[in-house]
């Protein structure tokens, strides 16, 4: 009688369902094909729906084919059904003495992480197999299988003989009922601890901590009849474990997240339960930061946060830290994220959180761009409150160094402090101290600046230039940037007018439909609509943000006075006296006199939002703009080329006529040099130095004929060399140890010809080499 067993196949429900399959048709075929044992897959009942966290018949088959990829441990069955299959190998050794074997771990997809314990153990069938089916896997091979036909079968044929010989072992593993299968150990956890600490030496965190308490403000929630209440930063595990830290652009988020990545990876984990000072319990940290425009995914996270580490972790280590609840997710600079891709973003790493619920997640944002309806009461809304007086001295004095320059500015800045409220409300944002620092901060003896220059320099210290977006945000494939960014003098305007406009309403509650009203300009294209420049006016400006749907608020009511003082005193249009009457302030009004005063003493002042009666001028902290490229620049002497450096404008092609001396000096240090021409120097004998010219990329040499040292290529980054003339000897043998050469153009002879004459072979593999002869 021929025997029959049973198998099922582990793997990742919904990903790749067509091409498994095939796979396991053609392999159905092969075990039919075969005089040995009779094989039959178990699967579930048509009536009952399939379990992504569990495969069907894994407690009871003879054989289970594990079908591993990055997914299968990140998101398949892998974390239950090796917790089966390694009860019934411990079951069946308690039993028989012998350790029966009843999984057989197929390569899916390649798996870069070290595999877990019982999994690389289980792992005997890949020696001996073709190297595409550890380099491709089987997914690729079943997908190009005519390509791959002959390695495909191979691997068929070594499945079935494993299977056969896996099934007539004389130790079957034992039959599990549901109870003793839902209580498995999670054994793929075995080398998770070790690897746990071997993370937590590598990893640091991005920032240091702040040297000052924060504080911050609960929300009651909709309809709560208690009001907002304030408490201290460390208590912020206890307010929930799902957080979102809303507050302006430069409020401290990171350095928050960072206070919190190193409370965890300070906790020993010794003690008893709840003795730890790690967050939540958590000692794994893992902060994500979305600046490159998107968030690794789980199997990318270690190799981003401790590069050193990642060579040994085990696969699924992340999804099981995060499924276990010992690791929590710290997520910043989502408001960096271009507009056009922050909605999938935003999908991604809610699902992320879906999928892993006891994971405990703190996300920090502006508020813009957050898909308020899908979070619900899952998170709790907690705002970074502004610095006290007190910590604004703190902070002031951990940034100074012992130096007399900076011990002058702090003294400065101190005593402007203590007599000037308004100043002292624009520091509170952590991000305003550093740049008041360095407004007053000058070489020598630090100069008393202008009130409203400091304000200007507090206000727009988190300004983002509209040319300054983030990494990854110039991919064409990323709609909704550069091309349609709202322009500076727009953004800066619309500030104005949103402060002007608000004057009577609290600065921090104010009405999403009174802010909107407020920046609606009938003129305006799609490009400033009212939600973009609301939206801009957070992520570049840094002015307001969103601590509710339906809420928009400015970092402080002082940067609301300063933003609407220079509306009203440069832009054409304000009715001032009536506004002034309408909301009587003690601070706008000497605010405006003190402007008033600047511009008619000294003209216009840089940090105004626009002269009298032209269009807005951006308000920002950065220094000017670069100066234009000049596209070719022709010189004659050394004099001219330091000249040309002591300018900084870019040049793109540099022409140097006769002899030029000091070009291995300058040519380094001169910006966006893509091509050198040298011509009429019959002294040049060499090439000057090229080596620190990192975007030099074509040389050209005119009428040298004494030129014959090209040795300089051999350590720069140049493609193209053209020489006109070559003298008639052999090219230097030097030319193929230059990494980037792929092209030289060589002039010989004294006949002139209508086409290029083809050149025999060179023996420079890397290069093409082209003559022609001319008279």
Known sequence: MVPVYRYAVSYVRGRDEAWVARFLDELRRRLDATDGPVFDRLVPPPASPAEQSRTYGVESADVVLALCSPAYFNEGPAHHDWAVLALRRNLGQA???????????????????????????????SAGQPPEYRSLGLALMTMQAPRYRAALDRVLDGIVARMTAMAASSAPAPVLDDRSAGNAPDALASDDGSFTEQFRKEVAPALPAMP????????????????????????????????????????????????LAAQALDDPGRGPAGAGRAPWGCRTPLVLSARSGALPRLDGMVPTLAPLAAPQEPAGWVARQLRSGRAFLAVDDLDAVPEGNRAAVWDHLLRLLDAHPQAPCVIATNGTGVPWARLGDAFRVVGLRPLSPDGVHTLLASLTTATPEDRQARALLTDRFATDPLLVGVARR?????????????????????????LRAGVSAAWRRASEEPAGSSDPAVPGLAARQVPDSVLRAASGRLAVATLG????????????????????????????????????????????PDTVAFPGPEVRTFLAAHHLAHAPGTSRDELLGSHPSPELHELLDELRAAESDQGTARSVLAQPGRPPRRLSALGPRPRPAERRVRVRSSAQVRALLRAGTPVPELCCSGRVDGLAEVLPRLPGLRSLVLTDDPELVALPALTGCRSLRSVRILRCPNLLDLTA????????????????????????RAPWLSRVDVTTGVRRVLAPEPTAPTGFPEVRIRRRSVS
Do not use: C, K, N, Y
């Open 505 to 548: 309403v609290d600065a921090s509650r104010v009405p999403l439909r009174t802010a909107l009203s407020a920046l609606r300009d009938p003129g305006a294209s799609d490009a400033a609509s009212p939600e973009r420049l609301l939206a801009a006016l957070a992520d570049r400006a840094g002015v307001v943000f969103r601590p509710g």
């Open 713 to 736: 290529l051999e350590s720069s980054p140049v493609m193209f060399l053209d020489i006109d003339p070559w003298p008639d000897l052999p090219l230097p043998e030097g030319l193929h």
């Open 430 to 454: 952590p991000a305003a101290v550093p740049a008041l620092l360095r407004a007053v901060r000058r070489p020598g003896r630090p100069m008393p600046v202008a009130r409203h220059r400091l």
């Open 95 to 125: 039993r028989t003495g012998t350790a029966p074997q009843p999984a057989l771990p197929l390569v899916w997809e390649p798996v870069e992480r070290r595999l877990p314990g019982p999994v690389a153990t289980a792992d005997t069938f």
């Open 212 to 259: 000052v308490a924060r504080t911050l403000g609960v929300r009651a929630g909709r309809g709560a009849p208690e009001p907002d209440r304030d408490v201290p930063a460390e208590l912020l595990p206890e307010l929930g474990r799902r957080i979102l830290l809303v507050g302006p652009t430069g409020a401290g988020h990171s350095t928050e997240l960072a206070r």
